[in-house]
């Protein structure tokens, strides 16, 4: 699709938002991406022998694991190993990459749990929003990822998606001229909202006398 087909709207398509829960969306889910994504061509064999092949490699023996940056890396035994299971001599080619399974396969295997980071449902992988708790339905990982929990979970697995444009929750908002919200926490993030986003916090009294001591 051209640029001009992923648009809110022809004319002025940021003008004024209003946001409901205005501190998880603004400040606690700020990076997280907006996704438009199409699909790509799909290898569901490959999924299968690559969970095969994560299976059969160990950790720190053949891959270290980055919880921070949530990624599974390969060192050079985890490579050879990897390459004699598949009877390949290059997980590198390009012409027949492996390298992008394997990784998928790992990631699946050592950072996302079942019942944590989704759960399994009507045969599909759905995921959990790690910040509500969730189920997101109808969102799906990119790049690869949920191709390699459905092989995981030994669910049917769907075509690849591609990311066509992304882009976060404070720069979407960020391109609005005019920006509020509410949210009844909203003062324990004030200086944030004002340094990121120019907004002033107004506390609004309650309608009513509270009651409770």
């Not at 980071?117 to 990119?142: C, L, N, P, Q």
């Not at 979970?153 to 929750?169: F, K, M, W």
Request: hydrophobic share 40%; aromatic share 8%.
């Amino acid at each position: 699709p051209a640029p001009s087909d992923l648009s809110l709207r022809e004319k002025d398509p940021f003008n004024f938002a209003v946001v409901d829960e205005v501190d998880s969306i603004l400040v606690d889910e700020a990076r997280t991406p907006l996704i438009i994504s199409g699909v790509a061509e799909s290898a569901p064999q490959k999924y299968e022998v690559a969970l095969e092949v994560a299976r059969a490699l160990r950790k720190t023996v053949h891959y270290t694991v980055d919880e921070k940056q949530r990624q599974c890396v390969l060192i050079e035994a985890g490579v050879e190993t990897a390459e004699k299971l598949l009877g390949k001599d290059d997980l590198f080619d390009p012409e027949d990459p492996w390298l992008p399974f394997i990784n998928n396969a790992l990631n699946a295997k050592e950072l996302y749990v079942k019942d944590k980071a989704y759960i399994v449902k009507r045969g599909e992988v759905m995921i959990v929003d790690e910040f509500t708790g969730r189920v997101m339905d109808g969102r799906r990982w990119s790049n690869g990822l949920h191709q390699a929990i459905e092989a995981k979970e030994g669910v049917p697995i769907q075509a690849e998606s591609v990311t066509l444009a992304s882009i976060s929750y404070q720069s979407l908002f960020r391109l609005f001229n005019k920006l509020g919200g509410m949210t009844g926490t909203a003062f324990t993030e004030a200086k944030e909202f004002e340094e990121v986003y120019k907004l002033k916090t107004v506390v609004i009294p309650p309608n009513l006398i509270k009651k409770r001591e």
